[in-house]
């Protein structure tokens, strides 16, 4: 293709969609042109900034047609920082975007003509993080903390979040003026030296209880006293205080080594009835008014009597399977990382359950030997990572035939894969409902009932 622009040129262009990105996208003859900052129905005139053979970069110079959902950003850092991407539009033009957004990628890549509800949003859509994993860095004028700009690893210098919890906005505003005089230095990337790389903070939105995690780029920790009673002095209702060694040149943000320093081991929340102890290196939904939603919903679509079988896999701490333990005769959970597992058993314990049974291992190797063991399900929910299921884990599913499979997911695109795997197996989508998890970000998660029909 011959992009029908060059860098430089100046054009008035209508922006049909956004990107996962944020970024508009209008297109000249067919040639889509990414415009930051733009808003679908608007008409923009833009600047080229770069062409590509298949694509190319704009920027807005005027806003001749304003969507009527567009509305200022209210955060200051809106632009640079990378964590959201859709504060310029308004809340409900972000719930109709997503929506559609869910409609068309079933339909373009997975070939699935179920219906989609419209997504179920938050009341008020801030300050809703219940976890926030803060780089720290040294800079000649002295440590600075934030979040990534948009697919760098360059920390934009912030004082607040406000999508976060309080205590996030302390640690990020604070901890960085008080380091150097405590003797400790933050990491640096390029020459992999210094000692504090994250600040990991979590909090249990219903007890109020609050985990710190240090991740340290050396076991040894001398200033580990004097980190502690900072820590305590700026975040006065912290309940847990742990290290994390990360030691590797690596861009994933916890190591496998924790030492609790200060506290207990883990932090407490609930959501609906159920009691949960998270510790530092277990998944747990970042969103804790919305996942009570999202569980209602897989609990729903579950359709439990009392007489049922579930499995649910990819279980982390076990939060859906005692959802779905209060209506079921049995529910065994697998998850790959170990410590999520013993969680999920301590939990189970918390609350009385004594119909449950947790195994740590891949799903796609547990499930199919719970299978040969006589072990079935009747219901069975997934709940994977952004990768989706492993194809190994779909076809035991499609062999073992459970009655109903509900589908819990973060990434519309596998998703509608996986979906269209199972419709080949022998299931059918019967309703797809979006949950708003990430108000101001153009992320969504889903929640997909689907039957036997073979
Ligand atoms: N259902 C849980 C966790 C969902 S996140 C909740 O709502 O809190 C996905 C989980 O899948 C993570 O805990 C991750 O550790 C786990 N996981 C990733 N790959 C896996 C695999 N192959 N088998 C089992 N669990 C896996």
Redesign the pocket.
Known sequence: MVAPVKKNDRKIVLVEDLTHDGNGVAKIDGYPLFIQGALPQETVEVHVLKTLKNYGFAKIVDIKEQSPDRVKAPCIYFGKCGGCQLQHLSYEGQLKWKENMVRNVMKRIGKIDAQVLPVKGMQDPWNYRNKSQIPFTQTETGPIAGFYKSKTHEIVDMERCIIQVEEADKMMANLKKELMDIGLQPYNEESHRGMLRHVVVRKGRATGEVMVVLVTNKHKFPQKEAAIALIRKLVPNVTSIVQNVNIEKTNVILGNETITLWGKDFIEDTIGNVRFEISAR????VNPVQ?EV??KQALDYAQLSGDETVI??????G???LFLAEKAKQVLG????EQ?IEDAKRNAELNGFTNTYFEA????E?IPRWYAEGKKADVLVV???RKGC?EALLNTIIEQKPKRVVY?S?NPATLARDLRVLEDGGYKTKEIQPVDMFPQTTHVECVVLMSRVL
């Open positions: 277990s998944f747990y939904q996942t999202l569980y649910d896999a990819y279980c982390g701490i939060t859906i399977s697998v998850e790959i990382v999520a291992g891949p799903a796609e547990v709940d994977p990572p492993d819990v973060c």
